[in-house]
């Protein structure tokens, strides 16, 4: 049973930097394409940033370019993302998501997700 499990969302002021976790379980880590979404009250699930099985390339999106990074580190299991110059716009519930395949900006090919972690900034 695959199981990924977020860590490090808070409350943070605007220009603040946090640094989310994912640790992921039940499977070979190094065969999944990763995926951070976010989603803010009434408004869809959004892709924030997504790896390759590798490290490279990846991909982000435009809201958050210059400001957030997405890593792994395929021997702890675990991908990351640092989110520098945070935005009270950047407000919401993140997750990590995991699918076998190419890395994805789409929410629907991603099988397995984490439960979420909220990350709220402060003006």
């Known amino acids: 049973q695959v199981q990924l499990v977020e860590s490090g969302g808070g409350l943070v002021q605007a220009g603040g930097s946090l640094r989310l976790s994912c640790a992921t379980s039940?499977?070979?880590?190094?065969?999944?394409?990763m995926g951070w979404f976010r989603q803010a009250p009434g408004k869809e699930r959004d892709v924030v940033a997504a790896?390759?099985?590798?490290?490279?390339?990846?991909r982000y999106a435009d809201s958050v370019k210059g400001r957030f990074t997405i890593s792994r580190d395929n021997a702890k299991n675990t991908v990351y993302l640092q989110m520098n110059s945070l935005k009270p716009e950047d407000t919401a519930v993140y997750y990590c998501?995991?699918?076998?395949?190419?890395?994805?900006?789409?929410?629907?090919?991603?099988?397995?997700w984490g439960q979420g972690t909220q990350v709220t900034v402060s003006s």
């Open positions: 998501a995991a699918r076998y395949g190419l890395a994805s900006a789409r929410v629907y090919e991603y099988a397995y």
């Open positions: 039940g499977a070979s880590f190094s065969s999944f394409a």
């Open positions: 790896i390759t099985q590798g490290g490279s390339p990846t």
